[in-house]
């Protein structure tokens, strides 16, 4: 049974930095696309940034950009984990972060994941 379970979420002020780490197991995960989501209180889950299997291919929100950065590791024997840096947090950035894995491998898609952790919490005081 395919697993992703995220870790690292916190309780910061704005400014500061966390890093989300999402560990995959019962997935090839080096053929899976893994991307990051999040949901605030009374809002939809909304696209993070995502990244294709060989991290050719990234794609961030525009409200991140610059201030985020997907990554996961790509060697042969490598942990199945991808990451979220999250620096400069600001108090719009608390939400649950998910993450998620697609079997569109080859690129970093917006939509259409197959497989979604259970979310860590983020919560970015000001």
């Known amino acids: 049974q395919v697993q992703l379970v995220e870790s690292g979420g916190g309780v910061v002020q704005a400014g500061d930095s966390l890093r989300l780490s999402c560990a995959a197991s019962a997935l090839p995960f080096s053929s899976y696309a893994m991307g990051w989501f999040r949901q605030a209180p009374g809002k939809e889950r909304e696209f993070v940034a995502g990244?294709?299997?060989?991290?050719?291919?990234?794609?961030?929100?525009d409200s991140v950009k610059g201030r985020f950065m997907i990554s996961r590791d790509t060697r042969d024997n490598a942990q199945k984990t991808v990451f979220l840096q999250m620096n400069n947090l600001r108090p719009e950035d608390t939400a649950v972060y998910y993450c998620a894995a697609s079997r569109i491998g080859g690129a970093a898609p917006i939509a259409g994941y197959d497989y979604w952790g259970q979310g860590t919490q983020v919560t970015v005081s000001s």
């Open positions: 990244i294709s299997w060989s991290a050719y291919s990234i794609r961030y929100a």
